[in-house]
C-alpha cells in the first residue's frame, strides 16, 4: 500500500492546471523521459509568492522504492545479523561480533553456544582487541563505499553495481560460516583467519551497496520539481519533492531496522543456544532474497545511466575556479576560495570559446549543482564526532550490558532498543512531528534537525555514562568488573539490571532520527544527479574517519577507564553540535535556493 500524504491521497489537479498544461510541459523540459512514462503534464509550478505562501508536503512513495528499501531489509538482516554474530557495522551486526572475539569458547562447545546462563563466545580475545577489531571493520566497510561510487557514477550505474556487489558479499557470506562451523571454530587461529578473509570480502560488497542503494531508493520518486495540487478538504499545498525525499529517507532508514532488529534478535538467540554458525547460516538465507527482488523489480526501477569522468571533471572545475587564488597567507587563502565570484569564473558563459579548456563540456547550470554538492560534503566534516558517540552502542556498550544482570537475555540483544525506538518514532515524527511543526509554521531545516542530532547523541553517551559509574559502585570488584569472577571462576556482575540502558539506545533512536537520516536526504538532495553515488559515499566516509579516530580512544574501552570513555563521547559529540551549528547555521536561509536549482547539462 502506497504511503500516505499529510492530508491523505491529492485529488486531480484543478481547471487551472488544464489551462496550464503546456506552460507546465515547458517548465520540466530539462528532465529526461523516464521508462516508466510519468510525464509532468498537468502539473502546474509553484510561483515564488506560492512557494512562500502555501504549505508544503511530500508525495506518495513508489512501490518500486518500497522494493528496493526490501532489498536494503534483506541486506540488513545479514549485515545486522550476521555480522552480528561476529563484527557488526552497527549495533546488531556488531553485538554478536563482540562476543565472537572476545569471549572465550564456553567449555565442553564445539560451536560457541553459551546457554542460558552463560555468555556465547569463539576467540577468547580482550575487550580492547574487540574494540580495535570492530572499529577497524567499520572502517574498512565505510572506505570501501568510495570505490563503490566511482564505478557507479562513471562504469557500471547504480543498479548493475548494486547486483555485482550482492554476489560478492554472498561470496563473504559463505567464508564467514565456514569461520564457524564446529571444525573450524575449535582451532582459534584459523577461525580467526577466515573471520579476517571474511571482513575483507563483505566489506568490499558492501561498499558498493551502500554507496548506491540509498541514492536509488530515493530516485524512485515520482516528481522532481515542486509543483501545485490540492487536499481533499481543498487547501492548495506544495508537494515539495525535498519533503518526498526526507519521507523515502524516514522509511527506508524504517525498513532498515525492521531488518536490523529481527536479524539480530533471531541471531542473538541463535548464537546463545546453537552456536555463531546457526547465527550466520540464517542471515545467508534472508540475503538470498537480494538478488530476487533485484531481477523481478529491473524493469521498474527508474535508472540513470553512467555519464564517465564526472569526478575527474569536477576536480578540474575546482582546480579552474582557484586559479588566481592561492596564497601563502592562510586567512587570505580562506577568503579567497570563500568569495562569491568564486565559482562565476569557471562557468562556461563567463568563458570566450578560445579560451575554454576541452574538458568543459558541461553548462553552467552544471557547475552550480557541483558548487551545491561541495557544500553538502563540507556540511559532513563535523559527523566524525556524532559517530563517536553512535559507535559507543555497536560496541562498549554490548560488553557494558553483560556485566549487568540479564536475567538469561543475550547481552547483545539488549542494543534492539534502537531499532525498535525507530520503528516506533519515525512513523510518528513523519505522520505527527514534521508536518505538525509545519503547519504552525515552524520550519525544522535539515541543518537543524542535524544539530538536535548532536545533542541528542550527546545526551545518550550522559547516560551511559552514570550507569557505568553505578555498575562499578555496585561490583564486589570495584572498576575491574569485566574479569570478576567468582570462586568457581563463574562471573561475576553489578546488581544493576540491563535495562537501565535503555536511556542510551533510545536517546541514540532519536539522534539517528534528525542526524543520520537528514544526513542521507541531504547528500541525495544537494548533488549532481551523476555524483549522488560519490556525495553519499563521502557522507559514509565521515564513519570511516569516526572510527579511525576511535582506535586513539581505543585505550579507555576497558576497565577502569569507562567512565572517561562514554564521557569523553559525550563532550565531543556536544562539541561537535556547537561546532556544526556555528560553521552551516547560516545554509538555512539558501537551502530552498539550493534545492530548487535546475539541472545541468553534462557530456562525457
Not at 186 to 215: E, S
Not at 231 to 251: A, C, D, F, H, Q
Amino acid at each position: 500500500m502506497e504511503n500516505q500524504t499529510d492530508d491523505s491521497y491529492y485529488v486531480a489537479v484543478d481547471e487551472a492546471a488544464k489551462e496550464s498544461k503546456l506552460d507546465a510541459v515547458a517548465s520540466f523540459s530539462s528532465i529526461p523521459h523516464q521508462p516508466d512514462g510519468l510525464e509532468f503534464a498537468g502539473l502546474v509550478p509553484p510561483t515564488k509568492e506560492e512557494m512562500d505562501t502555501l504549505r508544503h508536503v511530500p508525495d506518495k512513495i513508489n512501490w518500486s522504492a518500497y522494493m528496493i528499501a526490501f532489498v536494503e531489509l534483506a541486506e540488513r538482516f545479514s549485515f545486522y545479523g550476521e555480522f552480528c554474530p561476529m563484527l557488526s557495522l552497527s549495533q546488531a551486526y556488531i553485538a554478536i561480533f563482540v562476543n565472537f572475539i572476545q569471549q572465550p569458547l564456553p567449555k565442553g562447545s564445539k560451536t560457541g553456544a553459551g546457554g542460558k546462563h552463560g555468555v556465547s563466545g569463539a576467540l577468547g580475545q580482550r575487550q580492547e582487541t574487540s574494540t580495535a577489531l570492530t572499529t577497524l571493520m567499520q572502517f574498512w566497510c565505510y572506505v570501501t563505499p568510495l570505490l563503490g561510487a566511482y564505478i557507479a557514477d562513471e562504469k557500471w550505474g547504480r543498479f548493475n553495481t548494486i547486483a555485482v556487489s550482492v554476489a560478492i558479499t554472498l561470496v563473504g557470506h559463505i567464508i564467514l560460516i565456514i569461520s564457524s562451523i564446529p571444525p573450524t571454530i575449535v582451532h582459534p587461529k584459523g577461525a580467526l583467519a577466515a573471520l579476517c578473509l571474511a571482513i575483507v570480502v563483505m566489506g568490499l560488497g558492501t561498499g558498493g551497496f551502500k554507496a548506491n542503494i540509498a541514492p536509488l531508493v530515493a530516485e524512485q520518486q515520482r516528481h522532481p520539481r515542486a509543483f501545485i495540487s490540492q487536499t481533499k478538504s481543498g487547501e492548495r499545498v506544495i508537494v515539495n519533492p525535498t519533503l518526498t525525499t526526507s519521507r523515502i529517507y524516514m522509511y527506508f532508514y524504517f525498513f532498515i531496522n525492521v531488518g536490523a532488529m529481527v536479524g539480530q534478535i533471531s541471531m542473538t538467540f541463535a548464537e546463545k543456544y546453537d552456536g555463531f554458525y546457526l547465527a550466520f547460516t540464517l542471515p545467508t538465507v534472508v540475503f538470498l532474497l537480494c538478488p530476487i527482488v533485484l531481477f523481478l523489480g529491473r524493469n521498474r526501477y527508474r535508472r540513470y545511466p553512467p555519464q564517465g569522468s564526472v569526478l575527474a571533471k569536477s576536480i578540474k572545475l575546482w582546480s579552474y575556479a582557484a586559479r588566481g587564488r592561492w596564497s601563502l597567507n592562510p586567512i587570505a587563502l580562506y577568503k579567497n576560495l570563500k568569495a562569491e565570484d568564486f565559482w562565476e569564473s569557471a562557468k562556461p558563459s563567463n568563458i570566450p570559446d578560445s579560451q575554454r579548456p576541452v574538458w568543459m563540456t558541461f553548462d553552467d547550470k552544471w557547475v552550480e549543482e557541483v558548487r551545491r554538492g561541495l557544500k553538502a560534503c563540507s556540511v559532513f566534516t563535523w559527523y566524525p564526532l556524532y559517530w563517536l558517540a553512535y559507535n559507543q552502542m555497536v560496541n562498549n556498550l554490548t560488553s557494558q550490558a553483560a556485566t549487568m544482570v540479564t536475567n538469561g537475555v543475550p547481552n547483545d540483544v539488549i542494543n534492539n532498543l534502537d531499532p525498535l525506538a525507530l520503528i516506533i518514532f519515525i512513523p510518528i515524527c513523519d505522520l505527527f512531528v514534521y508536518p505538525g511543526l509545519r503547519k504552525i509554521g515552524i520550519n525544522f531545516t535539515p541543518i537543524k534537525r542535524i544539530t538536535a542530532g548532536f545533542f541528542a547523541g550527546s545526551a545518550a553517551m550522559v547516560w551511559a555514562t552514570v550507569v557505568q559509574h553505578y555498575i562499578y559502585k555496585t561490583n564486589p570488584c570495584g572498576k575491574l568488573v569485566s574479569t570478576c569472577q567468582d570462586a568457581n571462576g563463574n562471573p561475576v556482575t553489578s546488581s544493576l539490571n540491563v535495562w537501565i540502558q535503555s536511556g542510551s539506545y533510545i536517546l541514540i533512536a532519536f539522534s539517528e532520527i534528525l542526524a543520520s537520516i537528514t544526513g542521507l536526504e541531504y547528500a541525495f538532495t544537494k548533488a549532481p544527479r551523476n555524483m549522488k553515488s560519490l556525495v553519499m559515499a563521502v557522507f559514509l566516509f565521515m564513519t570511516a574517519i569516526s572510527s579511525a579516530i576511535c582506535e586513539a580512544f581505543n585505550a579507555l574501552s576497558t576497565d577502569p577507564r569507562l567512565v572517561w570513555n562514554y564521557g569523553t563521547m559525550a563532550v565531543l559529540s556536544g562539541i561537535g553540535g556547537i561546532l556544526f551549528w556555528f560553521s552551516f547555521g547560516g545554509l538555512d536561509a539558501e537551502d530552498a535556493e539550493l534545492d530548487n536549482l535546475g539541472e545541468g547539462h553534462f557530456e562525457s
